[in-house]
């Protein structure tokens, strides 16, 4: 063990008592006084690892006993202590905007001030005495790293630089207003405070109490994510519940959604993802390469991420992806065990996805694409064969729809690609294909995707067929020739959404990703990403005859889960013609993600046309035909095709469509004042035919209460199920209530309830 000098008042002299180390304190009092006169320091590889070694030793140290004789005189300055302004109500948190975080260290924005007050063991004098700060992060801190970081005491703070100025002095105290660069690290920094004698460097302990995060800020100009915009940084950075959209395009569903990015431990565990991604510290200053290892790790698929994937509807030994209610518990079971957390799906994913950056300081938000298509070899082009008979072909038909499509978009400056590419970029941890060998996508610009500049990295050409695909319904005859039946241009990326700004309501962001369907301006993009290398797959070896004379369409009437409802198909015979057309439906059971499980509806019949006129036909769906095997989110998939008996050509439509699930009702007892016991009830009523069995609830609500559950056995039909928790709410202001139910008959059924915490 090294020896080392004995500790006085709780300080460190940083010479061990051996040669070789004194060798590498000398080497270290060299770089600080090169460092001292404005020199910049260019180390060997040697030297620079060194310098790494040096710091770990007198870390490693610092926790052992010393011995030793050696001892510095009364009247050298000394740190008594350090305080760190690190309470939510005191100016550091409160200007840095971290005040909501549940952590007791210092937490700030880097590019901007924030102030630490040295209590010394005598009147600090500028003339004699000199001291710098130090932090440090990583376990081989060095200065061409950015990982250690001397900070001499100067007269001005150049923005977005590191420095410190002292900005009060009061007997043996002083204030210092300390910069943190725009660009640094972010991390958990160590900090140290160095004070220079002619017996060598005095340090203070290692003391994690002064431990200090410098997260993304942006409020700062000079740093990559700001934003000008104080209502959106309100809600893009600060606010912790967000809104979910799906279901699909006819019948728009939306669910609450807690990221929780200030509750606790989640910040050491968002820190944590960059760890489990090798995302080496230099790089952690940088917005676009931590969306990048994030997108990869927030899904299991090739690294043991946070989340597994499953849409099979078997959540065997897991959590039904629907029965989540926000990311807290997500985030801390994989930080606690560093196993993937089973099971999510698109909006999970998003989820969890939205805390962690938001939580960094980034911008984001969550946003859902409906109608999304999931293209394999992104060709822009999804293909639905037909067989002889006019009925989708399973086997030939690889592609799929979703009905939708949830992701993330991240904002931050992309000075990797040409000026006016910054701003919003597509992320998406959703594990659909491999980018540079790992499931990840992004961060792709938004608005080179809406030009077609699909070139630029990353990923751009696969977010660009997700929101541009055309759907082709296909059939060979018999001689092998390919017959083109239809072309929709429009079916794929037809709403793009999100929350709006300090509001629940939807937003329309299509015009963002797409130009009008038709412009001008649409079909340059599209020859953009054409020449940029995106597969447009020809057609010039079909035929494509399509059908004037009739056209065809069907509506799918909405009802309530366990109801029977309507198809009503509509045919208009434009000619002087008459038709009979031998029409088919298929009704199938299907993921969102437009994957069938079965098909629990087929009907044929054969209808006449007559000329210049409409008409229209209704087929019944019962409740007994589909509620037996009903998945996760009661979506159907309808296919409707008919054949013109005395011309042969086809007529081809598909929609997707969701029930509507009973919903959770959630009131309040007593009165809603912070640190004060109040009582929250769940009431839901059991709709269907059957006895639920094996039901959980979940309730939580950031500021209110921590994630709560409950098992019950049964519910019978009908019948009316209580729930009432008591919780002590801690956090004054506007919280929401979210709470979802979950078993294998009923999935995303949730609930929510806006309440205002009074002050106590």
């Known amino acids: 063990m090294l020896s080392r000098a004995p500790r006085d008042e709780g300080h460190v002299l940083a010479y061990p008592a051996t040669e070789n180390v004194n060798v590498q304190l000398r080497a270290e009092q060299q770089l600080v006084h090169s460092f001292m006169h404005a020199e910049e320091p260019q180390p060997s590889a040697a030297q620079r690892v060194d310098a790494g070694a040096l710091w770990e030793v007198v870390e490693e140290a610092d926790k052992e006993p010393r011995h030793g004789s050696e001892c510095i005189p009364e009247d050298y300055l000394r740190v008594v202590d350090i305080h760190m302004f690190k309470e939510p109500y005191e100016i550091n948190k409160q200007q840095h905007h971290t005040d909501k975080y549940y952590n007791p260290k210092l937490i700030v924005r880097r590019g901007q001030p924030f102030q630490i007050q040295i209590d010394f063991n005598r009147p600090y004098k500028p003339e004699t005495d000199q001291f710098w700060l130090e932090y440090l992060i990583g376990r081989y801190p060095q200065p061409n790293k950015g990982t250690y970081i001397p900070i001499l005491v100067g007269d001005v703070l150049k923005p977005g630089e590191w420095g410190a100025k002292i900005i009060h002095k009061e007997n043996n105290s002083i204030r210092l207003s300390i910069m943190s660069s725009a660009t640094c690290i972010v991390g958990k920094f160590r900090l140290y405070v160095a004070i220079w004698t002619p017996f060598g460097i005095i340090r203070t302990h290692r003391n994690s ?357 309507k198809v009503t198909i509509t045919f208009r015979n434009k000619s002087r013609n008459s038709y009979t057309a031998t029409t088919y439906l298929s009704g199938n059971i299907v993921f969102y993600t437009g994957v069938t499980k079965n098909e629990f509806k087929k009907h044929s019949f054969t209808v006449k046309l007559e000329p210049l006129m409409s008409s229209a036909f209704d087929v019944i769906i019962t409740s007994s035909e589909y509620l037996s095997d009903l998945l996760d989110q009661a979506s159907f998939h309808f296919f409707v095709t008919a054949r013109i008996n005395e011309t042969g050509k086809i007529l081809a439509a598909q929609k997707a469509t969701v029930l509507e699930i009973p919903s959770l009702r959630i009131k309040t007892q007593g009165e809603m004042v912070a640190d004060k016991e109040m009582s929250v009830i769940v009431e839901f009523t059991n709709p269907l035919k059957k006895t639920l069995e094996d039901v959980t609830l979940r309730l939580e609500g950031p500021g209110v209460l921590k994630t709560m559950k409950k098992e019950f056995r049964q519910i019978p039909s009908n019948s009316t199920l209580i729930w009432e928790v008591k919780c002590i709410p801690k956090r004054p202001g506007l919280r929401k209530l979210i709470a979802s139910l979950n078993c294998d008959a009923l999935r995303h059924v949730y609930g929510e309830l806006s309440i205002q915490i009074q002050k106590p």
């Open 209 to 565: 109490a002064t431990d200090t995060y410098i997260l993304f800020n942006p409020w700062c100009q000079q740093d990559a994510v700001y934003l000008d915009d104080e209502k959106e940084r309100e809600e893009y950075v600060l606010n912790d519940v967000g809104i979910v959209f799906h279901g699909d395009i006819d019948e728009i569903k939306l669910r609450s959604w807690s990221y929780g990015q200030f509750e606790e431990n989640i910040l050491d565990a968002c820190l944590f993802l960059m760890d489990k991604a090798e995302l080496e510290l230099s790089g952690r200053g940088n917005p676009i390469k931590i969306c990048r290892v994030a997108s990869a790790v927030i899904n299991s698929r090739d690294d043991n991420g946070v989340i597994a994937g499953s849409w099979d509807n078997t959540y065997t030994y897991g959590v039904a992806p629907s029965a989540w209610t926000g990311s807290v518990d997500i985030l801390l079971e994989y930080y606690s065990s560093k196993q993937p957390v089973r099971y999510g799906q698109c909006w999970v994913f998003a989820g969890v996805f939205n805390t962690f950056l938001r939580c960094l300081g980034i911008p984001a938000r969550l946003i859902t694409n409906y109608s999304s298509a999931h293209d394999n070899n992104a060709n822009l082009q999804l293909d639905f064969f037909l067989d002889d008979e006019g009925q989708v072909d399973a086997k030939l038909t690889k592609d799929s729809i979703w009905n939708y499509h949830c992701w993330n978009e991240a904002w931050m400056t992309r000075p990797d690609l040409p000026v006016g590419f910054g701003g919003w970029q597509a992320v998406d941890g959703t594990p659909q294909e491999t980018s540079d060998g790992m499931y990840r996508c992004g961060p792709a610009s938004v608005q080179a995707i809406k030009h077609g500049h699909v070139c630029f990295q990353f990923d751009a050409p696969f977010v660009f067929a997700e929101v541009n695909s055309d759907v082709v319904y296909s059939r060979r005859e018999k001689n092998g020739a390919q017959i083109i039946e239809k072309i929709d241009t429009t079916h794929i990326g037809k709403l793009i959404v999100t929350k709006g700004v300090g509001t629940d309501e939807m937003v329309e962001i299509t015009e963002e990703y797409k130009f009008q369907e038709g412009s001008e301006e649409e079909r340059l993009a599209l020859e953009t990403a054409v020449m940029y290398g995106v597969k447009k797959q020809s057609t010039q070896d079909a035929t494509y005859q399509p059908q004037k004379d009739v056209e065809m369409d069907f509506q799918v009437q909405k009802a309530v889960l366990g109801s029977d409802f």
